[in-house]
C-alpha cells in the first residue's frame, strides 16, 4: 500500500539491519543510517539483526538542504547520483540512483542540482519506514 500513496511514490531500497555499539542502523549499500531510539518503543529490532529488510523513504523526506544536512551526522547521510532533473515549479523531482537502486527526490527547486552530479541528502529518520521483504509488513 506503501507504494501507492502520494506522488511520486516512495523509494524502496534494499537495506540491512545492524547493530553495533547499543544503536540500531539501517545499512543502505555502504550508508549507515541510525534509527532514533524514540521510533523503536514496542518494535523487536534484534530479531531483524544481519538481514535484509527494505526501507521506504518518502521522495519528500530526503533534504538537500544545509540546514537538514548540518543537523545530521556526515555517515547519516545517503548520496544520489542524479539522471534526470524535472523541474515542476516551486519544486524539482530528482531522479537517479543510491547504492545502485532507482530513488526519487522532491526537493525546492532553489537547490542546485544537475543531471550527472552526486548530490548527498539527509534522510528524515522520524519518518523512514522498514519492511520485512518476505511478509511485507510494516517493522517500523
Known amino acids: 500500500v ?19 555499539g547499543g544503536a540500531f542502523f539501517v545499512q543502505i549499500g555502504p550508508y549507515r543510517i541510525c534509527i532514533p531510539e524514540g ?3 514496542g518494535v523487536d529490532l534484534q530479531q531483524y539483526v544481519d538481514r535484509s529488510v527494505v526501507c521506504g523513504i ?13 543537523a545530521v ?20 523531482y530528482l531522479h537517479g ?13 532553489r537547490v542546485m542540482a544537475k543531471s550527472g552530479e552526486k548530490i548527498r541528502l539527509a534522510v528524515d529518520t522520524n519518518k523512514m519506514k522498514l519492511f520485512d ?7 517500523l
Open 58 to 70: 518518502r521522495p519528500e523526506d530526503m533534504h538537500a538542504e544545509p540546514v537538514f544536512l548540518n
Open 133 to 139: 521483504p518476505e511478509t511485507t509488513n510494516v517493522i
Open 97 to 109: 540512483e543510491c547504492a545502485g537502486m532507482p530513488v526519487v527526490v522532491c526537493t525546492p527547486s
Open 39 to 41: 521510533r523503536m518503543e
Open 2 to 20: 506503501a507504494g501507492f500513496i502520494g506522488s511520486p511514490q516512495m523509494n524502496f531500497l534494499d537495506a540491512k539491519i545492524i547493530h553495533q
Open 73 to 92: 551526522n556526515e555517515s547519516e547521510q545517503i548520496e544520489v547520483d542524479i539522471d534526470v532533473v524535472e523541474m515542476m515549479g516551486a519544486e524539482m
